[in-house]
């Protein structure tokens, strides 16, 4: 039996909706950020599990964990998901619910991971350039 798992991703807790063929929801839990926290939920359910992740800051970690553990991953774009950008009921565990509902009848608009950036570039190109941050006397 294949599952759809939705995840509404956040700095330091995520919801996580588990949707069965049929539409049922079997679980909607909400959990702390840590990878083995997301491991033992997934390692919970029976069966193969096809997990949508809302693509917002920060995904790039879960989806290592994720990709890593064999999981099939979906990156779902936050504004081209048309069904959580434009809802009038905006809660993590609705967000969840309908990441998995829209996975599970092929209708995730799934948007492709970029190529991993060398430390030394994330380093480079995130923040406050080199430069600036010395002060002037």
Same mark, same amino acid.
């Given at each position: 039996?294949?599952?759809?798992? =939705?995840?509404?991703?956040?700095? $330091?807790? $995520?919801? !996580?909706?588990?949707? *069965? /063929? %049929? =539409?049922d929801v079997l679980l909607s #839990? %909400?959990?702390?950020? /840590?990878?083995?926290?997301?491991?033992?939920?997934? =390692? &919970?359910?029976?069966? &193969?599990? #096809?997990?949508?992740?809302?693509?917002? @800051?920060?995904? &790039?970690?879960?989806?290592?964990?994720?990709?890593?553990? =064999? @999981? &099939?991953?979906?990156?779902?774009?936050?504004? %081209?998901?048309?069904?959580?950008? $434009?809802?009038? !009921?905006?809660? *993590?565990?609705?967000?969840?619910?309908?990441?998995?509902?829209?996975?599970?009848? *092929?209708?995730? #608009?799934?948007?492709?991971r970029p190529p991993t950036r060398?430390?030394?570039?994330?380093?480079?190109? $995130?923040?406050?350039?080199?430069?600036?941050?010395? %002060?002037?006397?």
């Amino acid at each position: 039996m294949m599952h759809a798992v =939705g995840i509404d991703l956040h700095r $330091s807790r $995520s919801h !996580v909706a588990v949707i *069965d /063929d %049929r =539409g049922d929801v079997l679980l909607s #839990r %909400r959990i702390i950020n /840590d990878p083995e926290t997301f491991l033992t939920l997934l =390692g &919970e359910i029976d069966g &193969e599990c #096809r997990i949508a992740l809302e693509a917002t @800051y920060g995904w &790039e970690w879960l989806a290592d964990v994720l990709q890593d553990a =064999g @999981y &099939e991953l979906h990156l779902a774009h936050p504004l %081209r998901t048309k069904a959580i950008a $434009s809802a009038r !009921v905006k809660t *993590d565990a609705v967000d969840a619910k309908t990441l998995a509902h829209l996975l599970r009848t *092929d209708l995730c #608009r799934s948007s492709a991971r970029p190529p991993t950036r060398p430390k030394a570039c994330v380093r480079w190109t $995130s923040g406050c350039p080199p430069w600036k941050r010395t %002060r002037a006397a």
